[in-house]
């Protein structure tokens, strides 16, 4: 605390104005609590008279049950090849579908074996299907990638 005077919030909540820090102090002392700094950045500072423990214990309270509220995303990977037979292409395009309807995030990759290396724009034909197919439920996060020997798009849900 670098000014002299806090403005000083009593143990009830009730505001006690602008005192002196020292008078602040005595206070919280004479009340058998602690003088908490709640708010540095303001000019004058603002401080509570508190019980420290209890306040770090809600604190800890209050992040546990947002984390519990909290959605972790997944990332769910699909796996298709250039030679993809239609019917086999809907039922993955159909799991990729669910995963984006349960928010989670979809890398849909695209492996290159031997010969097909050569045909690269068979393989991009078919991932930008895919980009297409699933334009209703999520987002690219980029357009298709050549990586090494393989194609990959990462898909945000909607």
């Known amino acids: 605390m670098a000014g002299r005077s806090v403005r000083l919030i009593g143990k009830d909540g009730a505001q006690l104005g602008v005192v002196p820090l020292k008078q602040a102090c005595l206070l919280a ?74 928010s989670h995030k979809v890398k849909a990759s695209m492996m290159f074996r031997g010969r097909e290396m050569s045909h690269k724009e068979i393989g991009f034909e078919v991932m930008n299907n895919v980009v297409k197919d699933l334009d209703a439920y999520g987002v690219p996060e980029s357009p298709p990638k050549l990586i090494g020997k393989s194609i990959i798009i990462n898909f945000n849900p909607k």
Not at 80 to 97: N, Q, R
């Open 29 to 102: 002392f004479q009340s058998g609590l602690d003088l908490v700094s709640v708010a540095e950045q303001t000019e004058p500072p603002v401080c509570k008279i508190m019980d420290f423990g209890k306040f770090l214990y809600e604190q800890k309270k209050k992040e546990k049950e947002q984390k519990k509220h909290q959605h972790a995303q997944k990332l769910k990977e699909i796996k298709f090849s250039a030679s993809i037979d239609p019917h086999d292409y809907s039922i993955k395009i159909g799991h990729a579908t669910e995963f984006l309807k349960e």
